[in-house]
């Protein structure tokens, strides 16, 4: 994480990727941290004085996510994901549709990369042999089990060789189970990384208290 102290223009290369000054002096003003230069070329220092927005800067620089995305959901996104455990383990219509209901919604499609980040940092575990089975309708979903799942499945194909389409077979589903039968593979924090989800947390809680205060 982006610290309040000087830094030498090598370790600002090594952060941002950049090996021009004004690349630096860019992506600095894009975060709006506020900093001082001295010195030219490799002799470049910059002294950080203060990161408004922690949370931004460590989504950014330590985890990786790209500078246009909408923090202020992914806050609110992560602070239930990682501190709730029911809210961790519902489907993700579940979890955009709780979000809409909140606050600023965030889709499923974009909560579905946020969590394959996670994953490829370590950060969660992604089953491949657990699953989480639900029917889903518009906005209403039914948890279910497995033996159910599997039972509806099994009479949508047997609608299907009876000669009915897939839009038909789909709607004697819904008709008959109050929804569309779907899977997902359960998720579990990774405690290897513990530190860094301890550090995400703070970070969000003080953009949090900031927000309030002001």
């Known amino acids: 994480m982006l610290e309040l102290r000087t830094y030498t223009k090598a370790e600002l290369?090594?952060?941002?990727?950049?090996n021009s000054r004004e690349g630096i002096v860019r992506r600095l003003n894009n975060y709006g941290i506020t900093f001082t230069c001295e010195g030219n070329g490799n002799n470049l220092k910059v002294t950080i004085n203060s990161i408004p927005d922690p949370f931004k800067v460590f989504c950014i620089l330590d985890l990786g996510f790209r500078p246009q995305c909408d923090f202020v959901k992914m806050r609110e996104f992560f602070w239930a994901y990682f501190q709730d455990d029911e809210f961790r383990s519902l489907p993700d219509e579940v979890l955009e549709?709780?979000?809409r209901e909140d606050g600023p919604g965030v889709s499923r499609q974009t909560i579905a990369r946020w969590k394959e980040r996670l994953s490829t940092l370590g950060l969660i575990w992604?089953?491949?042999n657990e699953f989480l089975y639900y029917f889903a309708y518009q906005h209403t979903q039914r948890m279910t089990d497995k033996?159910?799942?599997c039972q509806a499945w099994h009479e949508y194909?047997?609608?299907?060789?009876?000669?009915?389409?897939?839009?038909?077979?789909i709607g004697y589903m819904i008709v008959d189970y109050g929804g569309v039968a779907?899977?997902?593979?359960?998720?579990d924090l990774n405690g290897i990384y513990a530190g860094t989800i301890t550090a995400l947390l703070e970070y969000i809680q003080e953009s949090i208290e900031n927000e309030l205060n002001n």
């Open 13 to 18: 290369v090594e952060m941002f990727h950049t």
């Open 97 to 99: 549709y709780r979000l």
């Open 126 to 128: 992604i089953s491949t």
């Open 147 to 149: 033996a159910e799942y």
């Open 157 to 169: 194909w047997e609608a299907r060789g009876k000669g009915a389409k897939s839009r038909e077979a």
């Open 182 to 187: 779907r899977k997902q593979p359960c998720v």
